[in-house]
């Protein structure tokens, strides 16, 4: 008769907590990158978070159980950055670059702790929003939206038998292999995983990782997950984000400030970071204006990430920018990010091939990605497009317009003014799939 | 990095329910061995069965919750004899003797299903009983016990993590293997298992069944359980319980019908079964007035069990009757099986030794002795003294006296009814722990 481990099959049947989110290093490394600058520039200002599901037609509030969720979110608080973790990141090279955070700034995270949380429900939505200072709040984007993708993961799969999880990841695991094969025949191509917040779980994320490592090898540059990349010993991956220019146009007290913001957001992060982390997001409030008012230092940059134009379109944009102040796009870089699956990278990859530097950051195509792969029909396990935004700063609402008006956030009214700020050139409206 | 296997993490952390009995031969053989002639005799008989607490200090209701005990109730009602099963029933030799089941009894068996529950609450305790034909109710018996036990050891580890449920197990084995070696030491004994009711899981009273087959060899006769016996290629064993006693004796019209009734239950059982399930349970309203009043062919049956006086007592009062009836002991066969433990067995072993056969029918002490195991104090995990009764046989209660008052049940007037008809001589109050 086969022998059972008794006491592991108890363990694993008394579950009382899974916890989604186990360490703070299990979040993007661009929230690191953003929070020593809010830190050390923007300690005072208060910013709110609030979370955005953009498939309306998803009913978060009736998939996922209140109670796991507020579970989840509270054990996401007690956690703390480890003592491995401090020296890690103290010890560690970024982008090439030691000691990227400064002592004073690890002196501070050891003792961090994610703030609260508001959390409430309307028209089969979740309500969750975090309130308080910036360099704190900013913190919850990346747990929180792993947090809710997971467990609505998790309730997706609970009607399924052991066959039925087993026959699940086993299509999953070859569809994306699959998707390995297709990309390691593009000569040069470099790829990283961008899919922590949409992730289908922490596990499958995991696994997809390392696929890639084993699958495309060179290929793959890293994650931007910094506790897969100290765990996998893979490069820790990001830049910076929309939150940036976002706060810092909500707090300008004018025209002019609304309008310098973008450029002031670049020279700030100047002032911590160099090299490969000069990287430009250009499309916060419309690429077209922002390459229109750009002084001419932001071409001395490393490269630009178009996050929300078609790949090709947009990319090509930027290139016509540098040609026009003079510089050869062959030495800058693009990296895409928006919505990427194998068809699209490759797509673009031919496109740009010997034009410009390029690396592809692959999100919720690349970690979750479940379609087709349930043996019964089940929709909450396709990914859905999520965010969690800021939403205010210092009680000023706050604005994203993005090159596709599906993708702006923010009161209308405000959305308003600030087109007439910066115009509405080259905007598209396109189906936000993920 | 360790692989996990995903699907099957998911399955188990998803878990709905972890149902106790998954099979209806997870009871215990006398059951089945009643039940065809229950089925064959007194298939009219309405017979309530209902749970007794005899420990009334632990609160039931208050340690387990309502509604898993209500889904383990329903899964067990889910369950018909398989296939597999109603082919060893019928194939396999019990007792030396093929065939024990009839034809007819096992077709109607194939549509077996336990019959419905009635469940309240009532002080901290469960009030849980069964109403309707006797060849229905007596079938919950075994199965409800086991559910209640394991969902309160399940209870009671639920706040264990996964080191102290590896030393709660680790240390569970050593113990019950130095029981094992204790016990290999005794020439010519033998003992089986008796425990499935008050067991504190499934899978351990599996596991104790299996170290006892490695640990005592041949002195390991069989298991009371009816599954474990066919998982295990072990002697299913047991033949008969005081609710048949009971039952005739609630159905008696008169008092002298009331008197005869422990000698009428013999003679059916015989029409029934011969050789070494000739076996009596002398006690149901105390073994004294049963010895004094019995006729002389019951002292030509196989053996006695003994189910509530002190073992050395009670079985030297039996053996002093077999010789005023003129008959060998050293024929006839005692089986003891009330609250045994190693050092009660080594002692009753010693003293009969050579004076009568014997076999040893170990139960909770085998299956659910916990003490001095948890890496924490709970008291969950202490084997509790409850019972499933007969309680009313054609709306007329029903009554045990025992050897022992501590374990009499039934309405106190009827008690003393029947101790005007059978007497009180040589019942002694002894402590009742399992």
Known sequence: MAKTDIARRVYNHTWKLDPIVRSLLDTDFYKLLMLQMIWGMYPKVDATFSLINRAKSVRLADEIDEQELRDQLDHARTLRFSKKEMIWLGGNTFYGRKQIFESEFLAWLEDFQLPEYELGKRNGQYELSFHGPWMYTTMWEIPALAIINELRSRAAMRSFGPFGLDVLYARAKAKMWAKTERLRALPGITISDFGTRRRHSFLWQRWCVEALKEGIGEAFTGTSNVLLAMDTDLEALGTNAHELPMVLAALADSKKELRAAPYKVLQDWQRYYGGNLLIVLPDAFGTAAFLRDAPDWVAGWTGFRPDSAPPIEGGEKILSWWREKGVD????????????????????????????????????????DFEDCAPEEV????????????????????????????????????????????????????????
Request: glycine share 8%; charged share 25%.
């Open 329 to 368: 796009p062959r030495q800058k870089l693009l990296i895409f990010s928006d919505g990427l699956d194998v068809d699209t990278i490759i797509e673009t990859y031919r496109h740009f091939r010997g034009k410009v530097r390029m690396s592809f950051g692959w999100g919720t195509n690349l970690t979750n």
């Open 379 to 434: 929709t909450g396990l396709n990914a859905i497009s999520l965010v969690c935004k800021v939403t205010e700063a210092n009680g000023r609402p706050a604005v994203k317009l993005s090159d596709n008006p599906a993708k702006a956030t923010g009161d209308p009214q405000e959305i308003e003014r600030y087109l007439r700020v910066f115009g509405a050139q080259d905007r598209v409206e396109q189906l936000v799939r993920v």
